[in-house]
């Protein structure tokens, strides 16, 4: 397969040995969320401290280099799927071809956004079966929303709901933040995705506190409540906040960039 050698916004990357998977870091966000984990770190969070510790800014991969780490992570572990997260995957104008490449090596994709500006180009990748669209909506109240990214919430919505019109996989990702996103307003955002599509898995992540925010941590009991408060509503609701209190299962290598 010919890959042009264009650049992209990708500066990092980490493989996952329990679901043979690769996490893809792009580098840019177009919101400022006051939750941010980056506050806390750009690498990725799963990686042991002392590994993260001695990382440095390397570049950007171009889309040859990336397809080149690819070919390499299915032929040494045997990689089943790429995750595309960051950072947020849609503001790398080259995020189309990005996918198109994934797709040509046989692998299952996962798009981590905000929804907020999806091009057309790559709403039309978005249109397949080994593609999922996991959108990250911090909370259906618009004030709330707006005040934690500074963006509105609007076109988020509408990107949802023309995805869904488009039967794109689609899986909503929210964060239980105590006293901010909790389980009414959890409640609430399962309740619209409902209106859509009661089978659309949810994800409720825990709050890590960071610099400059607010909230504490959440704990699992608050968790707990918020799944409940979502499954009124959506047949699959998972806390995978729990993780954080049980531990990630399996290995995490050090990809990109090398030590």
């Not at 040509?104 to 798009?111: F, Q, R, S």
């Not at 909790?182 to 609430?188: L, P, Q, S």
């Amino acid at each position: 397969m010919l890959v042009e050698n264009v650049s992209t916004r990708i500066f990092h990357i980490v493989f996952f040995t329990y679901d043979s998977s690769a996490y893809v870091h792009f580098y840019d966000c177009n919101f400022r969320c006051k939750g941010c984990l980056r506050k806390l770190s750009i690498w990725d969070c799963h990686l042991p401290s002392d590994v993260a510790s001695r990382l440095k800014f390397r570049g950007f991969l171009t889309l040859e280099g990336l397809n080149n780490v690819v070919v390499e992570l299915i032929s040494k572990y045997g990689m089943k799927r790429a995750v595309l997260g960051g950072g947020e995957p849609t503001t790398d104008p080259n995020l189309a071809k990005i996918l198109r490449v994934l797709k040509g090596l046989n692998l299952d994709i996962a798009v981590l956004t905000n929804a907020y500006t999806i091009n057309e180009n790559v709403m039309k990748e978005f249109v397949d079966p080994h593609v999922t669209v996991i959108v990250s909506i911090k909370s259906i109240d618009p004030v709330k929303h707006e005040a934690y990214t500074g963006f509105p919430l609007r076109p988020v919505l509408d990107n949802l709901i023309k995805m869904h019109d488009l039967n794109v996989k689609l899986l909503i990702e929210t964060i239980a933040i105590p006293g901010f996103n909790d389980e009414y307003d959890i409640g609430e955002l399962a309740r619209f995705i409902a209106s859509l599509d009661k089978s659309i898995p949810m994800i409720i992540d825990s709050f890590i506190p960071v610099p400059g925010a607010p909230w504490r941590r959440t704990t699992l009991s608050e968790l707990e409540r918020s799944e409940k408060a979502a499954s009124i509503y959506l047949d699959n609701v998972y806390g995978r906040g729990k993780v954080i209190v049980e531990g990630l299962k399996g290995e995490v290598y050090l990809i990109f960039p090398e030590l």
